[in-house]
């Protein structure tokens, strides 16, 4: 899970953990998740906050709010699954979206989603920081998707699933594209291209938040082909995780010229740099398609429903909400940088309001980050009224 530019990364506390080699498979592999049922179709409401997808998730009879992230297996945190009474099967090392080593529980849970219950999930179970829990109490994760052909729509506000994918609307329209798995926890990998003659495969993440975060390797191919257009700067650090903080670094956001998902042909999108393999596909993507993901046939399908744009808008910088709420990072040029809020500034007042770090405060300051055009915000030694700039990358 991951947000960034407006929040530094938030949400990049949860990354996929790796299983250690070894020669035996552990059951909580083989054994769940399952269904009783022959044939699913469900389809429930879908929230989205801070372009994050929400779902609740019925576990001991009680609704629970889980992130909805196909970039992620299942996760809950430590002091849900010890109200819960779950029992641990294994404990695994995990790596976080920073590359800091992480040890978690693993249990199994039954999550029951839209009346249909997943029996005997695998869930990673850690001490989650202050700003999940402020929002989530868990993460429905990718091991689920090989059960049934899975529909995003953001539009409609719905997350469907159905044994049968020509079941769901939005598929006979839809482009259809190769949809490539590489075991536990079967997350979805889809052909993209980056410039002429530079292809590659990205991570189809609706735990980013971004359209494209592109890999270094990726980055170079596209500059290579002469696909990257304009760039853009910043300093400090773009989030944090389960292992702490990302180091504070020169960030780059880039403009491929001509980016491609499968046959579908994006034109000029907006890509973020990170430090590793592989590239990700976010779920900015979803306000302009209706995507299905059918593991079983290997397919996917994207339905257009808006075109471009395709770059964030952006204040041009980011938060740690921390013991206090802090800048962490500016792109130069950007609204905030030409306003002079700096990183180590310590926010005061967001649209009027106190700026705490408080679970209320956290989910204002989101709101303010992602939801409005126009901010005003005061600090330690400044004030300025910010713009966002909406089209940051022309």
């Given at each position: 899970?991951?947000?960034?530019?407006?929040?530094?990364?938030?949400?990049?506390?949860?990354?996929?953990?790796?299983?250690?080699?070894?020669?035996?498979?552990?059951?909580?592999?083989t054994?769940?998740?399952?269904?009783?049922?022959?044939?699913?179709?469900?389809?429930?409401?879908?929230?989205?906050?801070?372009?994050?997808?929400?779902?609740?998730?019925?576990?001991?009879?009680k609704?629970?709010?889980?992130?909805?992230?196909?970039?992620?297996?299942?996760m809950?945190?430590?002091?849900?699954?010890?109200?819960?009474?779950?029992?641990?099967?294994?404990?695994?090392?995990?790596?976080?979206?920073?590359?800091?080593?992480?040890?978690?529980?693993?249990?199994?849970?039954?999550?029951?989603?839209?009346?249909?219950?997943?029996?005997?999930?695998?869930v990673?179970?850690?001490?989650?920081?202050?700003?999940?829990?402020?929002?989530i109490?868990?993460?429905?994760?990718?091991?689920?998707?090989?059960?049934?052909?899975?529909?995003?729509?953001?539009?409609?506000?719905?997350?469907?699933?159905?044994?049968?994918?020509?079941?769901?609307?939005?598929?006979?329209?839809?482009?259809?594209?190769?949809?490539?798995?590489?075991?536990?926890p079967?997350?979805?990998?889809?052909?993209?291209?980056?410039?002429?003659?530079?292809?590659?495969?990205?991570?189809?993440?609706?735990?980013?938040?971004?359209?494209?975060?592109?890999?270094?390797?990726?980055?170079?191919?596209?500059?290579?082909?002469?696909?990257?257009?304009?760039?853009?700067?910043?300093?400090?650090?773009?989030?944090?995780?389960?292992?702490?903080?990302?180091?504070?670094?020169e960030?780059?956001?880039?403009?491929?010229?001509?980016?491609?998902?499968?046959?579908?042909?994006?034109?000029?999108?907006?890509?973020?740099r990170?430090?590793?393999?592989?590239?990700?596909?976010?779920?900015?993507?979803?306000?302009?398609?209706?995507?299905?993901?059918?593991?079983?046939?290997?397919?996917?399908?994207?339905d257009?429903?808006?075109?471009?744009?395709?770059?964030?808008?952006?204040?041009?910088?980011?938060?740690?909400?921390?013991?206090a709420?802090?800048?962490?990072?500016?792109?130069?040029?950007?609204?905030?940088?030409?306003?002079?809020?700096?990183?180590?500034?310590?926010?005061?007042s967001?649209?009027?309001?106190?700026?705490?770090?408080?679970?209320?405060g956290?989910?204002?300051?989101?709101?303010?980050?992602?939801?409005?055009?126009v901010?005003?915000?005061?600090?330690?030694?400044?004030?300025a009224?910010?713009?966002?700039?909406?089209?940051?990358?022309?």
């Open positions: 899970m991951r947000i960034h530019v407006a929040l530094a990364g938030l949400f990049g506390l949860l990354a996929t953990p790796e299983l250690s080699a070894g020669n035996e498979v552990p059951a909580w592999l054994d769940g998740p399952r269904t009783d049922e022959a044939a699913i179709a469900l389809d429930v409401p879908l929230q989205v906050f801070a372009n994050q997808l929400h779902v609740d998730v019925v576990i001991n009879g609704p629970r709010r889980f992130l909805f992230d196909t970039g992620s297996p299942s809950m945190d430590s002091a849900l699954a010890a109200e819960l009474g779950l029992a641990v099967v294994d404990r695994r090392q995990s790596r976080d979206s920073y590359g800091a080593i992480v040890e978690s529980d693993i249990v199994q849970a039954d999550l029951t989603l839209g009346g249909t219950t997943f029996r005997k999930v695998p990673f179970v850690a001490p989650f920081p202050k700003v999940p829990k402020c929002l109490d868990g993460v429905l994760g990718s091991e689920i998707l090989p059960l049934c052909a899975w529909q995003i729509d953001v539009p409609g506000g719905a997350l469907r699933c159905n044994t049968d994918a020509n079941a769901l609307a939005h598929v006979a329209t839809a482009k259809k594209m190769p949809l490539h798995g590489f075991g536990y079967h997350a979805p990998f889809l052909d993209i291209g980056l410039a002429k003659n530079a292809s590659s495969k990205a991570l189809f993440d609706t735990g980013s938040p971004e359209y494209l975060t592109i890999s270094p390797e990726d980055l170079v191919g596209a500059q290579r082909n002469k696909g990257v257009g304009k760039t853009i700067a910043g300093t400090g650090s773009i989030g944090g995780s389960m292992g702490g903080r990302a180091p504070a670094k960030q780059l956001l880039v403009q491929l010229k001509d980016m491609a998902i499968g046959p579908v042909s994006l034109g000029r999108v907006g890509a973020l990170r430090d590793s393999a592989p590239s990700l596909i976010g779920s900015s993507i979803l306000q302009h398609f209706i995507v299905t993901l059918d593991s079983r046939h290997s397919t996917a399908y994207f257009p429903v808006r075109e471009g744009p395709y770059a964030r808008p952006s204040f041009g910088f980011a938060l740690d909400l921390g013991e709420v802090t800048v962490s990072m500016i792109w130069k040029g950007s609204p905030a940088d030409q306003a002079g809020l700096r990183v180590g500034n310590v926010l005061t967001i649209n009027g309001q106190p700026a705490d770090p408080s679970c209320e956290i989910r204002r300051a989101m709101q303010a980050m992602t939801d409005k055009d901010m005003e915000i005061e600090w330690e030694g400044g004030a009224r910010l713009a966002r700039n909406r089209r940051i990358l022309d």
